[in-house]
């Protein structure tokens, strides 16, 4: 009975040690929140509006081809930008050579790959704008010579 007593003591001190330092504080505002999600007016529908390669490549709008010649250590973008057009949130994902990306760097031969700024999905609201930006870097292991082509697409 001793040691049930004992701590039942310890129990009542930490509470009341516990409470005080909760009850030492004092509210200053509160509030309630009542948040409505708006029904939208249509799909979100997303457009390319522009495609600008940087940093060592060319775009081609004729042949909807980007070339890259890079050497060891370096790197190229390609950006895309978007814009949502729709009445509703609009949904976008990167994908290579038919695969969806799920992971920072997809390589595409040893010691060269291709990433992602930022890392999709890309999700806009409507009428928001945004953009992929594809990222192709060479590693000091890559080795030389010309690669297969590789598809690039986002899909909504």
Known sequence: MRNFTKALIAVIIVTLLLGGIVYA????????????????????????????????????????TWTVSIARGQGAQLKISLRNIGGDVATCYAYINGEQVSSPHTYIASGVYVSFIPIPPIVLAANESGSIIYCVEAEADAEPGTLPEIDLEIIQ
């Open 25 to 64: 504080y004092e509210t200053i505002w509160s509030g309630k929140a009542r948040i409505t999600i708006e029904a939208p007016a249509s799909a979100g529908q997303l457009e390319v509006t522009d495609i600008e390669a940087r940093f060592n490549g060319t775009w081609d709008d004729s042949t909807d």
